[in-house]
T-cell receptor, first 112, second 114 residues
């Protein structure tokens, strides 16, 4: 069966450390993988996209890796800040944007 | 630029009542989507529209209908609401240029069916 999982429901880290979130999937063949941030009571906000032929993508303090052999993406936030506290969602994109599959999310808390 | 707007923000229905959720985007995007979000289950695609005049079912279409009225507007209708449709509903639109399929989400509609 098809499944997409994110490593944990909640993750607490200390300010200044690197947060690493994991997204694993089975039985999908995504052309793209995306990461979104969602704050309570609001819609998700797009952060980064990585293509199936890319190993790594960076944007400011964010880094995403994508391993299609392991069927896994890692999302890193370096020098984390309390303002980074939110729920982070990964999403697989298949069929030229006709099919989006979201993971359940990881709630990150950065403690001062 | 308002981005993606949704109305209403909150709604309470009784079982069997009908309602339409409205969504509009001002970014000239071709693709639009309706999702529902339930605790622990992530976002699930209900319907999407690749362009004006076309709609396709997503993962959980039962109990819903959609209309792509024009390029800007995509509405979701519940004909006979059921308690299982209690959820937060998000509309989104996406581009195929730049970062393709980057989705822009509306603020959501919180629906309770009693």
């Amino acid at each position: 069966s098809q499944k997409i999982e994110q490593n944990s429901e909640a993750l607490n880290i200390q300010e200044g450390k690197t947060a690493t979130l994991t997204c694993n999937y089975t039985n999908y063949s995504p052309a793209y993988l995306q990461w979104y941030r969602q704050d309570p009571g609001r819609g998700p906000v797009f952060l980064l996209l990585i293509r199936e032929n890319e190993k790594e993508k960076r944007k400011e303090r964010l880094k995403v890796t994508f391993d299609t052999t392991l069927k896994q993406s890692l999302f890193h936030i370096t020098a984390s800040q309390p303002a980074d506290s939110a729920t982070y969602l990964c999403a697989l994109v298949e069929n030229y944007g006709q099919n989006f599959v979201f993971g359940p999310g990881t709630r990150l808390s950065v403690l001062p | 630029n308002a981005g993606v707007t949704q109305t209403p923000k909150f709604q309470v229905l009784k079982t069997g009542q009908s309602m339409t959720l409205q969504c509009a985007q001002d970014m000239n995007h071709n693709s639009m989507y309706w999702y529902r979000q339930d605790p622990g289950m992530g976002l699930r695609l209900i319907y999407y529209s690749a362009s004006e005049g076309t709609t396709d079912k997503g993962e959980v279409p039962n109990g819903y209908n959609v209309s792509r009225l024009n390029k800007r507007e995509f509405s979701l209708r519940l004909e006979s609401a059921a308690p299982s449709q209690t959820s937060v509903y998000f509309c989104a639109s996406s581009t195929t240029s730049g970062d393709p399929y980057e989705q822009y989400f509306g603020p959501g509609t919180r629906l309770t069916v009693t």
